[in-house]
């Protein structure tokens, strides 16, 4: 075996173990829980049915990023990854980077209102680790962004160089 196909055999096994393992925490753990918890006699029980949409499309856009670095690491092993093919696969995992924020940063808005009309549950820990996850995520989606325009950068220069060669 090639050193360099360990690390991409290693990852794929660690993938595709993550991804069975979503897999089963989407059909089975987190639809469990979130109706058991909706089911207590809170008025705001209804909350845990927006958490749990928002958790499983959450679920999804780790899958949808799974399954492109997946394909990526097809192109490296072919010595393709510098090229258009990857850029496609490259911009569904920034795509699912961007749905995840917006799902973070639209449940992030609903919770704090829902804090802050809510007098019992007026407690500024929350808030601030809300803002502290939306706050990171934006940075996770412009570095993708940064990543993704140097893969374009190289993916030009890796054709300019095979043009001259």
Request: hydrophobic share 60%; proline share 4%; aromatic share 10%.
């Amino acid at each position: 075996m090639h050193p360099s196909n360990l690390p991409v055999t290693l990852l794929r096994v660690f993938l595709a173990t993550l991804f069975a393992f979503l897999v089963v925490f989407q059909l089975m753990s987190l639809p469990g829980q979130f109706a058991l918890d909706a089911q207590g006699p809170s008025e705001l029980a209804y909350i845990n049915w927006i958490l749990l949409v928002v958790a499983e499309l959450g679920v999804l856009c780790v899958q949808v990023v799974i399954v492109c670095t997946w394909q990526l690491l097809t192109l490296v092993r072919r010595d393709r990854i510098f090229t258009e093919a990857s850029l496609r696969w490259v911009d569904w995992i920034v795509g699912a980077f961007v749905a995840g924020w917006l799902l973070l940063a639209g449940l992030s808005a609903y919770l704090v209102g829902v804090i802050y009309f809510t007098p019992e549950l007026r407690d500024p820990g929350l808030p601030i680790l809300l803002f502290g996850a939306v706050l990171i995520g934006a940075v996770l989606v412009l570095l993708m962004l940064v990543l993704r325009t140097l893969l374009r950068q190289a993916t030009v220069l890796r054709a300019d160089m095979d043009v001259v060669i």
